[in-house]
């Protein structure tokens, strides 16, 4: 199986290159070699690989930036997947296109559905959800799947900053009512290639390390899991305290709930989801991964 990756250089684009299958041959762009809001270079670069599979992992995920640059986060995030989408209908290759909680507006008190309906309430989300609608109307069996709260051991995330953050400072105030669940990135790529390696998968599917949390709770656990790790000195102590959103504004809305359902990918892609506190232990910890 040939797979094309976008967005090479992120952290979901770097661990779909680690975790790809043997038999799962590779070709990774990044923005430099594949601008995916450029529609002849895409259909330019499909032409050439000629990939079974396309996995799209580029998108512009500044939310707050987003409110202020809106042409950018759609040229990338809607206009994108409707390219790939084009060009995999006209080279015969499935695309898997990675979308977002911000696509719902967080009003639901149960975890959401793949079928629930897109309710955005951000530049961003609006973005994401409108690249959902292209893709499905272009090409019907193609794969989408949501994710939330991604971050991996290195890069620009919310598990790096505050271990930055816990090291510098004494004090930190964390939103506590926003709720959610944080998302290790290599789950999520094994979970594409898992996709990837089930013909009969098509339609939307959503993807998280198991469980939920508020932003409050992945922070304390990252504290205590950073300090057994020895990420963080023993005997530094941060005074970690929740905040509600209204103390701590930003441009874009975030939806106050967002945890996703991940029946269907465990039953019809047999993928195995493991608590987001054992996978953040085994992630911050080097001897684990």
Known sequence: MKVLITGKNGQLGQQ??????????????????????????????????????????????????????????????????????????????????????????????????????????????????????AVEAILPEAIIVRTAWVYDRDGGNFATTMLRLMSERDQLGIVADQIGTPTWAGTLAKSLFALAQTPEAKGTYHCTDAGAASWYDFAVAIYEEGKAAGLLQKDRQVQIAPIATSDYPTPATRPSYSVLDKTRLTKEAGVELSHWRQVLRAVLDPHKL
């Open 16 to 133: 779909l290159q680690k975790q790809a299958p043997s038999g799962v041959t590779v070709i990774a762009h990044g923005r430099d070699t594949l601008n995916i809001a450029d529609k002849a270079k895409v259909l330019s670069v499909l032409s050439e690989a000629k990939p079974d599979v396309v996995i799209n992992a580029a998108a512009y995920t500044a939310v707050d930036k987003a409110e202020s640059e809106v042409e950018q986060a759609h040229a990338i995030n809607a206009r994108g997947p409707e390219n790939l989408a084009l060009a995999c209908r006209e080279f015969g290759a499935r695309l898997i296109h990675v979308s977002t909680d911000f696509v719902f507006d967080g009003r639901h008190s149960q975890p959401y559905q793949p079928e629930d309906i897109r309710k955005p309430v951000s530049v961003y989300g609006e973005s994401k959800a409108r690249g959902e609608e």
